[in-house]
C-alpha cells in the first residue's frame, strides 16, 4: 500500500513565525502536491512537484513556497504565518507525470495561526 | 474553467438502503475522474480511478460510472453500512500532467 506520511497531525504557530510542514512518500512517486481544505471552500490546490527541484505553483501560492531536495519529500513553508493560513493542509503524491494513477493523500496537519 | 459540483451537500439514509451519489462537471473535456472517501478530521481515501476512455470502475459495493459528454459521474453504494458515513468528494483532471479540481464532497450519514 501507498504510505503518504505528514510530520505533524497538530500544529499551533505564532503569527510571523516560518513554519514548515513536511510530507513524505514511499513509494517512488514523481508527482507530490499540497492542498489546503476549508470549510464552504473545499481543496485547494497551493503547489505541485512533478519532479526532484521542480515545482509549479497552484491555485493560491501566494504566501507559501515549497520545496523537494529528494523524490521522497516534498515540503511546504510559510514564509511568515498570518491566522489567514489557519487550516487543514493535506499532502498527496502519485505515481506518474501524466496522472493515469490515481492520488494518494496522507492524514492532514491541522495547523493553527494564533 | 472546470468547475465541478456535487449535489446533495449532505444525504442522510438508513443502512441497507442502496444510494447514489452525483458529480457535474461543467467542461466535458477530461483525463480521468476520481472518487475519494473523507473521514472527519482525515485525509482522502482513493476509492476508485475512471479514465476518460472508461465507462464505469467497480470495487466491491461501489460502483462508479461516467458519461462525458453530459459531463457526469455517479457514485453507487450498494446495501449501505453505518460504516459508509464519511464525505465523498469526486475530483477530475483535465488533461494529462496537470493537478485534479475537486467538487466540495457529499456528507453521508447511515443510521443503524
Known amino acids: 500500500d501507498v504510505k503518504v506520511t505528514q510530520s505533524s497531525r497538530y500544529l499551533v504557530k505564532r503569527t510571523g513565525e516560518k513554519v514548515f510542514l513536511e510530507c513524505v512518500q514511499d513509494?517512488?512517486?514523481?508527482?507530490m502536491f499540497w492542498y489546503r481544505q476549508d470549510p464552504g471552500l473545499g481543496l485547494r490546490l497551493i503547489y505541485f512537484?512533478?519532479?526532484?527541484?521542480?515545482?509549479e505553483k497552484g491555485d493560491i501560492p501566494e504566501g507559501y513556497s515549497v520545496s523537494r531536495e529528494k523524490k521522497e519529500r516534498f515540503s511546504l513553508i510559510l514564509e511568515s504565518a498570518s491566522t489567514n493560513q489557519t487550516s487543514m493542509y493535506l499532502c498527496a503524491s502519485s505515481l506518474d507525470q501524466a496522472g493515469l494513477e490515481p492520488q494518494h493523500f496522507g492524514d492532514g496537519t491541522r495547523l493553527s495561526i494564533l | 474553467k472546470q468547475e465541478v459540483t456535487q449535489i446533495p451537500a449532505a444525504l442522510s439514509v438508513p443502512e441497507g438502503e442502496n444510494l447514489v451519489l452525483n458529480c457535474s462537471f461543467t467542461d466535458s473535456a477530461i483525463y480521468n475522474l476520481q472518487w475519494f472517501r473523507q473521514d472527519p478530521g482525515k485525509g482522502l481515501t482513493s476509492l476508485l480511478l475512471i479514465q476518460s476512455s472508461q465507462r464505469e470502475q467497480t470495487s466491491g459495493r461501489l460502483n462508479a460510472s461516467l458519461d462525458k459528454s453530459s459531463g457526469r459521474s455517479t457514485l453507487y453504494i450498494a446495501a449501505s453500512q453505518p460504516g459508509d458515513s464519511a464525505t465523498y468528494l469526486c475530483?477530475?483532471?483535465?488533461?494529462?500532467?496537470?493537478?485534479?479540481?475537486f467538487g466540495k464532497g457529499t456528507t453521508l450519514s447511515v443510521s443503524s
Open positions: 513509494m517512488d512517486h514523481e508527482n
Open positions: 512537484s512533478y519532479d526532484v527541484k521542480m515545482k
Open positions: 475530483a477530475v483532471r483535465v488533461q494529462a500532467g496537470t493537478a485534479l479540481i
